[in-house]
């Protein structure tokens, strides 16, 4: 079983994140999640903030050489930012005026009463989407696992605002993707994302979106039918839901068109030379809460930042009395950004159903385990006695 917590405050020392249940000797690339952590940072319309981070990620423990012992790994990233603040946010003697204007949309209000926190600070700091940095660096060790099955993970953008890119992408090269400042592949639609970025901007207005991910190379199997949470399709909703951002989840090509009609919703099966097949995937590469060996197809649809330049009406929780939200640094837009994180949480939602399936105590026993399944699954409908 793999399973990962992440601990941090926004604009405190570090944050911190333990993964339990890679198996030992996968050499772990660390230029790669460096990379990702780099590519969540970019995106036109984030704030200042990400001029002052350079994430990086640190090993304190479950690497030697390279190479995974199969014990928890554990892993820091720090914020460059806490210098900045540290008289507000040192963990020992950090304290300042308290935050008392909640923002609508964020978690301000809700977690202030439920914590009984008369700051709002020390709420908004844990809810920040900065703790997704953490996020990302585990999803990539979890890319790593995958990539002993043969399974790959992309994702962009298809909206941004009121722009929208064609509804339907076959999956483009990754340079495009990273080429776009929005990590849109459709250069021309990028290029009037940006601009209505500029817009939101100028307005002092903020930007949600849609991105889509896919992940190539699953096999057959993957996730069950017996409990609602062996679904893979309800792990998969619960994983990229759980970005800050993120208000709703699609699995599939078909369901998000609205087109409720079955006859053109559905995945016909056809003979081919090699087997079956079928011409579609409306699927998105889930049935009956199982992947079925086409590419797993999932659409996010991600709510506007909640911190507006122009803020909107709210109250004072010390006073109260009616006064504008609090302005505290943020982004624009960060759906790029959310596009990242989506994918860091595809992998990690795959990792751990693909862990529960073929999982070993070591590389080496996880590709015998996957290798031993598919020749097993062949052998299903062979003909003979």
């Known amino acids: 079983m793999i399973r990962y917590l992440t601990a941090g405050e926004s604009h405190g020392p570090a944050l911190a994140g333990i993964i339990d249940g890679l198996p030992a000797g996968m050499a772990v690339d660390v230029d790669a999640i460096n990379r990702r952590l780099k590519a969540r940072q970019g995106g036109h319309g984030r704030s200042a903030r990400m001029a002052i981070e350079s994430d990086a990620v640190e090993f304190v423990a479950g690497l030697r050489g390279g190479l995974t012992l199969g014990s928890p790994i554990g892993l820091l990233i720090r914020n460059r930012d806490f210098e900045n603040v540290r008289t507000l946010m040192d963990p020992l003697t950090g304290s300042g005026p308290p935050i008392t204007r909640p923002r609508p949309g964020h978690a301000d209000y809700a977690g202030a009463l439920k914590y009984r926190h008369r700051d709002l600070r020390n709420v908004l700091e844990r809810a920040s989407a900065r703790e997704t940095a953490m996020r990302v660096a585990l999803g990539e060790l979890c890319r790593q696992y995958l990539a002993v099955f043969g399974v790959t993970v992309a994702g962009y953008v298809l909206q941004i605002g009121d722009v929208q890119a064609q509804d339907q992408i076959d999956l483009p090269d990754t340079k495009s993707i990273d080429d776009s400042a929005v990590r849109c592949p459709d250069a021309t639609t990028s290029a009037d994302m940006v601009r209505r970025i500029e817009q939101a901007r100028?307005?002092?207005?903020?930007?949600?979106?849609v991105f889509e991910l896919k992940a190539m190379g699953m096999p057959v199997g993957i996730g069950s039918n017996r409990q609602p949470s062996d679904r893979l399709d309800s792990?998969?909703?619960?994983?990229v839901s759980s970005i800050q951002?993120?208000?709703?989840?699609?699995?599939?090509?078909?369901?998000?068109?609205?087109?409720?009609?079955?006859?053109?919703?559905?995945?016909?099966?056809?003979?081919?030379?090699d087997g079956i097949s079928r011409a579609t995937n409306r699927a998105g590469g889930i049935e009956g809460g199982m992947s079925n060996g086409q590419t797993v197809v999932v659409r996010a649809r991600v709510k506007p930042i909640a911190t507006l330049m122009k803020p909107l009406p709210s109250v004072d929780l010390a006073a109260m009395t009616a006064a504008p939200a609090t302005i505290v640094r943020s982004d624009i837009c960060a759906v790029p950004a959310a596009s990242i994180i989506g994918e860091a949480m595809l992998c990690i939602a795959l990792?751990?159903?693909?862990?529960?399936?073929?999982?070993?105590?070591?590389?080496?026993?996880?590709?015998e385990h996957f290798a031993s399944s598919q020749r097993g699954a062949q052998r299903v409908f062979d003909k003979g006695p």
């Open 202 to 209: 100028a307005d002092g207005d903020t930007l949600g979106g």
């Open 245 to 273: 951002t993120v208000k709703s989840v699609d699995v599939g090509e078909r369901i998000g068109s609205g087109d409720y009609v079955g006859s053109t919703s559905h995945d016909s099966f056809e003979i081919a030379d």
């Open 351 to 367: 990792a751990q159903a693909m862990a529960e399936k073929y999982g070993g105590d070591s590389v080496e026993e996880v590709a």
């Open 235 to 239: 792990q998969i909703s619960a994983a």
